[in-house]
T-cell receptor
Framework: GESVGLHLPTLSVQEGDNSIINCAYSNSASDYFIWYKQESGKGPQFIID?????DKRQGQRVTVLLNKTVKHLSLQIAATQPGDSAVYFC??????????FGSGTRLLVRP | DAGVIQSPRHEVTEMGQEVTLRCKPI?????LFWYRQTMMRGLELLIYFNNNVPIDDSGMPEDRFSAKMPNASFSTLKIQPSEPRDSAVYFCASSFGFDEQYFGPGTRLTVT
């Protein structure tokens, strides 16, 4: 599938290293945040979510950190693997149903 | 669970033709979303259904676009007449309530 933007920021990491993907969100009233992974030719895939009453949430090899003071969200991937290569989107949601997606970051994993 | 199912996966049509995209949401989900993704504009929400009822269609670009959800397991997005600028990947997503949305594999539409 197509990724977004002609000028996607790109993060290049060595296989086995940890990756940190950052996202600045816009609405201080947003109370729910999601990270999605989109591989070429596929739809966005849910990775992990976090609510605004939490600062940190861990999944399998992934950790999401939320800093509400500066409206910043990050996704940490431990021991990055070639299969992690994709475009990663953060999304925020307030009281309504609408998810507001960021523009995405392309992660490239070097063998 | 099969996830969200979309068909066709690829559609190539000529300008002026009618295009119908189909979506089967995850069983038990009560919210359905249609998105369009392009290089220039990213992911755009076109329309949102809750319990089969269209709640917000403000993202539908023009009257040429219409969407229906006749029952909880099926939705269509129709473009008539299609134009080259409609070329994009169209995603359907479903959720239960307002939490995480699960996306289908998308339909890549090319209008020549």
């Amino acid at each position: 599938g197509e990724s977004v933007g002609l000028h996607l920021p790109t993060l290049s990491v060595q296989e086995g290293d940890n990756s940190i993907i950052n996202c600045a969100y816009s609405n201080s009233a947003s109370d729910y945040f999601i990270w999605y992974k989109q591989e070429s030719g596929k739809g966005p895939q849910f990775i992990i979510d976090i609510r605004s009453n939490m600062d940190k949430r861990q999944g399998q090899r992934v950790t999401v950190l939320l800093n509400k003071t500066v409206k910043h969200l990050s996704l940490q991937i431990a021991a990055t693997q070639p299969g992690d290569s994709a475009v990663y989107f953060c999304a925020e949601k307030g009281s309504s149903y609408k998810l507001i997606f960021g523009s995405g970051t392309r992660l490239l994993v070097r063998p | 669970d099969a996830g969200v199912i979309q068909s066709p996966r690829h559609e190539v049509t000529e300008m002026g033709q009618e295009v119908t995209l189909r979506c089967k949401p995850i069983s038990g989900h009560n919210s359905l979303f249609w998105y369009r993704q392009t290089m220039m504009r990213g992911l755009e929400l076109l329309i949102y259904f809750n319990n089969n009822v269209p709640i917000d269609d403000s993202g539908m670009p023009e009257d040429r676009f219409s969407a229906k959800m006749p029952n909880a397991s099926f939705s269509t997005l129709k473009i008539q007449p299609s134009e080259p600028r409609d070329s994009a990947v169209y995603f359907c997503a479903s959720s239960f309530g307002f939490d995480e949305q699960y996306f289908g594999p998308g339909t890549r539409l090319t209008v020549t």
